[in-house]
């Protein structure tokens, strides 16, 4: 049976940056902690219910200094190959030419061009790239919280819409078979770059 769900992204929301290198961190890069992170999406199915996928894997790097939050990057880096709906047929559907294209685009990544202080929270203006093609988006970062406990760390909730077919990802958009936009939700926990 042929599948029909149509994942956008990445994101993120929160976006953060590639891993600086080893000697090049300071007090103020923090690091993706994949295994404490996640990504999902919602697309409208059928035009009858919500269908809720993941990406099992998501890392990145932030530059964010407290004193001038202005000059915070971010970059987020999503593997396509870790989409994860349950179903493995349809998994490797989202990868091939009707959506991703994994093979020749193997990542969704963002990267900010501008941030802005909101409170504790953050305003993210950047390029998500997926499937081939990139889109200026601006998303909010929610600080959820921080914390010392094991180690230093702190965590950011975003949770934006983007449309399928800005990415050329038309397939059951005509008809509705799949809605058009999807809905990304990045809950990334940040640690310090070593």
């Known amino acids: 049976m042929k599948t029909l769900l149509a994942v956008p992204f990445a994101l993120a929301l929160l976006c953060l940056p590639t891993t600086p290198d080893a000697d090049a961190a300071g007090p103020n890069d923090w690091m993706v902690d994949g295994g404490h992170s996640s990504v999902t999406f919602r697309i409208k199915h059928m035009g009858a219910s919500w269908f809720t996928g993941a990406f099992d894997s998501v890392g990145g790097t932030v530059t964010l200094d407290p004193k001038k939050p202005e000059a915070t990057s971010v970059k987020i880096a999503i593997p396509v190959d870790s989409v994860d709906t349950n179903n493995a047929q349809r998994d490797g559907h989202l990868k091939n030419a009707d959506f991703f294209n994994a093979k020749e685009n193997p990542e969704i990544t963002f990267a900010s ?6 409170g504790d929270d953050l305003e993210i203006a ?3 790239a997926l499937a081939g093609k990139s889109k200026a988006v601006t998303i909010v970062a929610q600080k959820v919280g921080a914390s010392e406990m094991k180690g230093k760390r702190v965590g950011y909730s975003s949770e934006f819409t983007i449309k399928r077919s800005d990415f050329g990802m038309n397939y059951g958009v005509e008809g509705g078979a799949l809605g058009d936009e999807v809905t990304m939700r990045l809950d990334l926990v940040l640690v310090p770059a070593k």
């Open 126 to 128: 950047g390029e998500l």
């Open 113 to 118: 061009t501008a941030v802005k202080a909101k």
